[in-house]
């Protein structure tokens, strides 16, 4: 929001600082002798050479067996360092690989993220002075048929010889992937039946990741500590749904805002879920309205987020709860516990996946 002449100042005679106001993201000049703010200081020290250091394995018990953990905190295990195919044939490949440990092809969604991969190419002395062709985690979306990352997010950062109409191609019928050219410090598109190159798979995971288990981490939390979450395409009514869930030490997924109720939905329509899929809110008692989230019978009240679509929830509909799929707001409503079979979304803490893993 800012431009190069906002800084342009007399700072001796003009005294004041910036501060970013991570709530807006934005920055914010503040006068150094205002009063009117609370704030918040935090000291930074960076580590000389850190973004090519890797950290071994058997110090690095946040990372699983095989990873290393590199400085910047990501946990890398390389999957093939240098291998010739079409990515028709490897993609399905390596990304099984990588979903077995929990983790995916790696996601650039900054300036910092792809700096952070030139510097862990590098790091591996077999490629390191080579063209390597690093392969991205994105996937085609076959209901929107354009690319996103494998988590089902959108792409928001682009490298910057690209634009955004760059991506804006339908990528069922132009099958093509990203690659980044770590050497050249650019992206460039490879179609998918071409086996002109050498190819980098490397399987990235964050100790969040690897706390999930065989669930993935719900980023879009706004939780200290990231949850994780499953969908399940196979139909379950709500209560059976609830005790596969307790199974796997969560429960049908609680959803604390509007940003992960629209992540949950786009997973949804990912996984080819098309009309709906049960959430955990319901109703405990006969109450019509009282409503909560199963995993703490949490209130859905007062601040709390609440999607439910008008009438709903309705008198004798059920007192357990669905996502409509096929309306892009991901709005709720109230279905029958025992009849209605739907896919649906378990939850559970990390500290949980983790203890469920042990066991």
């Known amino acids: 929001f800012w431009t190069t002449s906002s800084l342009d100042f007399d700072c001796v005679e003009n005294e004041k600082h910036v501060v970013s106001r991570t709530s807006f993201n934005d920055w914010f000049f503040v006068l150094d002798d205002a009063e009117l703010y609370t704030y918040t200081f935090l000291c930074e020290v960076a580590q000389t050479g850190a ?7 058997t110090d ?9 953990l590199m400085s ?30 929990g983790g995916h092809l790696p996601f650039i969604r900054s300036a910092q993220d792809n700096a952070m991969f030139i ?5 591996f002395d077999a490629i390191k002075d080579k063209s390597v062709f690093l392969v991205l985690g994105m996937v085609c979306n076959p209901i ?7 988590d089902n997010s959108p792409i928001t950062y682009i490298q910057p010889y690209f634009t955004p109409a760059s991506f804006n191609f339908d990528c069922i019928e132009n099958e093509k992937h990203v690659v980044s050219r770590t050497y050249f ?4 598109f490879v179609p998918d039946d071409t086996d002109l190159y050498m190819y980098t798979f490397l399987c990235e995971i964050t100790p969040a990741d690897a706390n999930c288990g065989d669930y993935d981490v719900l980023s879009y939390a706004a939780d200290l500590e990231k949850p994780c979450f499953k969908l399940f395409t196979t139909p379950l009514s709500w209560d059976s749904a609830q005790k596969q869930c307790e199974a796997d030490s969560g ?10 109720n629209s992540f949950f939905r786009r997973s949804a329509v990912s996984n080819g879920i098309t009309f709906g899929m049960h959430i955990g809110a319901h109703q405990p008692t006969k109450d019509i309205t009282k409503w909560t989230w199963v995993d703490g019978e949490v209130p859905i009240e007062g601040a709390s987020y ?3 679509m008008d009438p709903y929830p309705m008198q004798g509909s059920g007192q357990c709860s669905e996502m409509l799929i096929a309306a892009t707001s991901g709005f709720w409503m109230n279905v029958d516990c025992n009849t209605m079979a739907l896919p649906f979304v378990c939850r559970r803490s990390a500290s949980a996946s983790v203890s469920k893993t042990r066991s």
């Open 185 to 188: 410090n650019d992206w460039f």
């Open 144 to 150: 929107t048929r354009r690319l996103e990352w494998s």
């Open 251 to 260: 429960a049908l997924a609680t959803i604390k805002s509007a940003d992960e």
């Open 119 to 123: 510097d862990i190419v590098k790091s």
């Open 51 to 57: 973004a090519t250091t890797v950290v071994p394995v």
């Open 60 to 68: 690095s018990p946040q990372c699983p067996g095989g990873y290393n």
């Open 306 to 308: 609440d999607n439910f």
């Open 72 to 101: 910047s905190g990501t946990c890398i295990r390389p999957l093939n360092l240098w291998v010739k195919g079409t990515l028709n044939d490897l993609l399905s490949q390596m990304t099984a690989q990588c979903q077995k440990d």
